[in-house]
């Protein structure tokens, strides 16, 4: 399984962008999926999840803000990203864990095992 990311962007603060994942192999995307951030020196924070019964979970720093969905039939992930603040500015990265059926997906980055390339989002005022 991969995962392939688009579109990071550089968008004014409290605009709206929309990224998508792509995952390459068919009914993966019914195990945990996440997104996560990373800015330069840090560990990668997780700001979403998704379980295979499509129940979400959001980090503080986003809730209200950000959506994170999925398209079963385009093996598609998504995080909807509004009101973009400029500390949203970092490497945005899809992460899954395709084989794990559960109502509980953790946030923590050593919980998934397959990882997108990394896309940029800036946002500035």
């Known amino acids: 399984v991969s995962l392939m990311e688009s579109g990071g962007d550089s968008v004014q603060a409290g605009g709206s962008l929309r990224l998508s994942c792509v995952v390459s192999?068919?009914?993966?995307?019914?195990?945990?999926m996440a997104w996560f951030r990373q800015t330069s020196g840090t560990e990668r924070d997780g700001l979403a999840t998704i379980n295979s019964w499509r129940t979400t979970t959001y980090a503080d720093s986003v809730m209200g803000r950000f959506t994170i969905s999925v398209d079963n039939a385009k093996n598609n992930l998504y995080l909807e990203m509004n009101n973009l603040k400029d500390e949203d500015t970092a490497m945005y990265y899809c992460?899954?864990?395709?084989?794990?059926?559960?109502?509980?997906?953790?946030?923590?980055?050593?919980?998934?095992?397959?990882w997108s390339q990394g896309t940029h989002l800036v946002v500035s005022s």
């Open positions: 992460a899954a864990r395709p084989n794990y059926y559960s109502r509980t997906c953790f946030s923590g980055e050593e919980f998934y095992d397959t």
């Open positions: 192999k068919p009914d993966s995307t019914r195990g945990c």
